[in-house]
């Protein structure tokens, strides 16, 4: 298979060569890098947000919208399906590079996440990379600028000219759209946490349901959460039964029943005080191979309808 980062480059390159459909912009950096705004200074977008999450699984996932209802009101939902699970949600997608350089402060996700392979995912997974160039989606409400490209290419060890930060604010278009993608990527790093090795996670499917944009990051990032938490659904086939399927979704949390807005608020907005269990999919199917089905958790769309202010 080719590199991680060198199929997400492909989408780069689709991305800047299509930006003005796709309503972003391109920044070329000093040294020929660039950051690409998906939804910070622009308002962002569904086909930018859907095209951000592609390049994040570095073209191993298929990424689509559709319409479907919560409590009775119609609502955009996003569906993610991949072959490569390991690579595509974990290696690649996860959100597991916290930025903060020069009064910038961000979270990356993407392969260049792949070059650095310092977190557990990656001697779990036994996957490391090396390319000239570096791809680092961030989450953030500023756009990075040349102290973050340098700081990204001293770690994942590639020249400036190679780093490549497409941005985008959870308070955008763009962000509820990836944030209702990452259904999936959080159903199959429960398993890792809970043990289950991520390798025999043969393929998956999920869809969550849209966010409302919010008028800041905050209230985004709980907005988004609740779309996974209370509307994402999963369907998994593995290769290995397993004793604690019943704790992949968010269901297991103790925390779990009311939204993640006033879960924050409770704690301070201090995340680890958070039970991580709540950090999933509402609903999960897992289909063992020659092993039978389990089915756990369920959606609770009174939450979302209320996290949502929806009235039908």
Same mark, same amino acid.
């Given at each position: 298979?080719?590199?991680?980062?060198?199929?997400?480059?492909?989408?780069?390159?689709?991305?800047?060569?299509?930006?003005?459909?796709?309503?972003?912009?391109?920044?070329?950096?000093?040294?020929?890098?660039?950051?690409?705004?998906?939804?910070? +200074?622009?308002?962002? @977008? &569904?086909? !930018?947000?859907?095209?951000? $999450?592609?390049?994040?699984? #570095?073209?191993?996932?298929? /990424?689509?919208?559709?319409?479907?209802?919560?409590?009775?009101?119609?609502?955009?939902?996003?569906?993610?399906?991949?072959?490569?699970?390991?690579?595509?949600?974990?290696?690649?997608?996860?959100?597991?590079?916290?930025?903060?350089?020069?009064?910038?402060?961000?979270?990356?996700?993407?392969?260049?996440?792949?070059?650095?392979?310092?977190?557990?995912?990656?001697?779990?997974?036994?996957?490391?990379? +090396?390319?000239?160039? @570096? &791809?680092? !989606?961030?989450?953030?409400? $500023?756009?990075?600028?040349? #102290?973050?490209?340098?700081? /990204?290419?001293?770690?994942?060890?590639?020249?400036?000219?190679?780093?490549?930060?497409?941005?985008?604010?959870?308070?955008?278009?763009?962000?509820?759209?990836?944030?209702?993608?990452?259904?999936?990527?959080?159903?199959?790093?429960?398993?890792?946490?809970?043990?289950?090795?991520?390798?025999?996670?043969?393929?998956?499917?999920?869809?969550?349901?849209?966010?409302?944009?919010?008028?800041?990051?905050?209230?985004?990032?709980? @907005?988004?959460?609740?779309?996974?938490?209370?509307?994402?659904?999963?369907?998994?086939?593995?290769?290995?039964?397993?004793?604690?399927?019943?704790?992949?979704?968010?269901?297991?949390?103790?925390?779990?029943?009311?939204?993640?807005?006033?879960?924050?608020?409770?704690?301070?907005?201090?995340?680890?005080?958070?039970?991580?269990?709540?950090?999933?999919?509402?609903?999960?199917?897992?289909?063992?191979?020659?092993?039978?089905?389990?089915?756990?958790?369920?959606?609770?769309?009174?939450?979302?309808?209320?996290?949502?202010?929806?009235? @039908?």
């Amino acid at each position: 298979m080719e590199s991680l980062n060198r199929m997400a480059t492909e989408l780069i390159d689709e991305a800047i060569d299509f930006a003005d459909e796709l309503a972003i912009e391109v920044h070329t950096l000093e040294e020929d890098g660039a950051v690409l705004d998906f939804g910070v +200074e622009t308002p962002g @977008a &569904v086909e !930018a947000g859907l095209l951000l $999450t592609e390049i994040q699984t #570095a073209g191993l996932a298929t /990424v689509q919208t559709r319409m479907d209802e919560v409590a009775g009101a119609p609502l955009s939902h996003v569906e993610l399906s991949t072959d490569q699970p390991a690579l595509a949600l974990l290696c690649a997608g996860k959100a597991g590079w916290e930025l903060s350089v020069d009064g910038f402060e961000g979270l990356g996700s993407g392969p260049a996440r792949a070059l650095v392979a310092e977190e557990g995912i990656f001697e779990q997974i036994q996957y490391h990379e +090396e390319f000239d160039f @570096a &791809v680092l !989606a961030l989450e953030s409400d $500023t756009l990075p600028g040349e #102290a973050v490209a340098s700081e /990204v290419a001293q770690r994942a060890n590639v020249s400036e000219s190679g780093v490549f930060l497409p941005t985008y604010a959870s308070a955008s278009i763009t962000g509820s759209i990836v944030g209702a993608s990452r259904a999936a990527e959080l159903a199959v790093y429960r398993l890792f946490e809970l043990g289950y090795d991520p390798m025999d996670v043969l393929t998956v499917s999920g869809s969550a349901p849209v966010a409302p944009v919010a008028d800041d990051e905050l209230a985004a990032m709980a @907005a988004t959460n609740d779309a996974v938490a209370y509307g994402g659904q999963v369907h998994l086939v593995v290769q290995e039964s397993f004793d604690r399927f019943d704790e992949i979704a968010s269901t297991a949390a103790d925390q779990y029943g009311q939204p993640f807005g006033d879960i924050f608020e409770a704690v301070d907005y201090d995340y680890s005080e958070l039970d991580r269990s709540l950090f999933a999919p509402a609903s999960v199917t897992v289909d063992v191979v020659g092993g039978g089905t389990h089915v756990v958790g369920g959606t609770a769309e009174d939450v979302l309808a209320e996290s949502y202010g929806l009235s @039908a």
